[in-house]
């Protein structure tokens, strides 16, 4: 229907959008930071919670009233025997990452991970430098599926793929 509308043919999202497989935490927690932290790289919001259309004002608003997201994956808090689905931080440990990486980010501001972020970062086994990379370039970083050496050949093998795609940079930017 657009097509008919401008009068040209072809895919109506020309490729902008993309499916990647994120396979552990790690790249859970990266692909969420970097695009919880899109519209402060684009200039469009100052801090998180001013970031309208996003998972993580989503989250600090439930958070100030003491809810969960029904749409989002729960935080689950650190691992434990009766483990249920959801990631293995605290929403506040991940507003707090999120806010120190959106404060460094910044051209006006000047941050610093925090001992919380610093924290988070060393249980996913990622260098804080690597941490502002992967929050800041994630699309460019990576183009297939995104995860630990482990999980990326496991995930091969269960495809029958002979080749682990993209497997250098996970390497690079996903292990300390």
Not at 39 to 59: C, G, H, L, N
Not at 68 to 76: G, I, N
Not at 152 to 169: F, M, P, V
Request: hydrophobic share 40%; with cysteine.
């Amino acid at each position: 229907m657009a097509n008919k509308e401008d009068k040209c043919t072809g895919r109506f999202w020309e490729g902008r959008f993309k499916s990647q497989a994120l396979l552990d935490e790690a790249a859970v927690l990266s692909c969420m930071a970097y695009v919880d932290l899109n519209p402060i790289r684009a200039k469009m919001a100052v801090t998180p919670e001013t970031s309208d259309y996003t998972s993580i004002q989503r989250r600090i608003t439930s958070a100030i009233k003491g809810e969960q997201p029904t749409a989002l994956l729960a935080f689950v808090g650190n691992e434990r025997q009766d483990m249920p689905n959801g990631l293995m931080f605290s929403v506040k440990d991940y507003i707090v990452l999120v806010e120190d990486t959106g404060r460094i980010i910044r051209e006006d501001k000047h941050g610093a991970i925090s001992s919380t972020s610093q924290d988070i970062l060393n249980r996913l086994n990622i260098p804080a430098d690597n941490w502002l990379k992967i929050a800041t370039e994630f699309g460019s970083l990576f183009k297939g599926a995104v995860g630990s050496l482990p999980a990326l050949t496991e995930y091969c093998e269960h495809l029958e793929r002979k080749r682990r795609q993209g497997a250098s940079n996970c390497q690079r930017w996903l292990c300390a």
